[in-house]
């Protein structure tokens, strides 16, 4: 299910972007329930550096799609992957850095 978000959001977000030249697609998210500081997150980015992110750690790749897309508590997400909460905690906290500085840079 956090994969078909991911790729609903990404598509609508192209659509938009192709719609209107530059225009860019942004989503407002609450900082409390998604693994980035910033509130307004450009969608195809986020998927481009998750691409990237897959590319070397596909683990980690996946717990943002259900932490971040899925809304998956870091228990849920446990139980989805059959791995421990600290494991889900601890390379969760490692993605939203590295993606932190994926989309920082950038800008």
């Given at each position: 299910m ?8 990404v ?18 998210l ?21 691409t ?30 059959g ?8 390379e ?8 932190t ?5 950038g800008a």
């Amino acid at each position: 299910m956090s994969r078909v978000m991911r790729q609903v959001l990404v598509d609508h977000a192209r659509a938009q972007r192709a719609a209107k030249r530059d225009a860019g697609c942004r989503v407002e998210l609450r900082t409390e329930d998604h693994p980035l500081q910033a509130v307004d997150v450009d969608v195809i980015a986020l998927d481009e550096a998750m691409t990237r992110l897959a590319s070397f750690d596909p683990s980690m790749c996946q717990i943002v799609e259900l932490r971040y897309f899925g809304g998956l508590t870091v228990e849920d997400s446990a139980t989805a992957l059959g791995v421990s909460p600290a494991t889900i905690k601890r390379e969760w906290a490692a993605a939203r850095a590295w993606l932190t500085r994926e989309l920082t840079s950038g800008a």
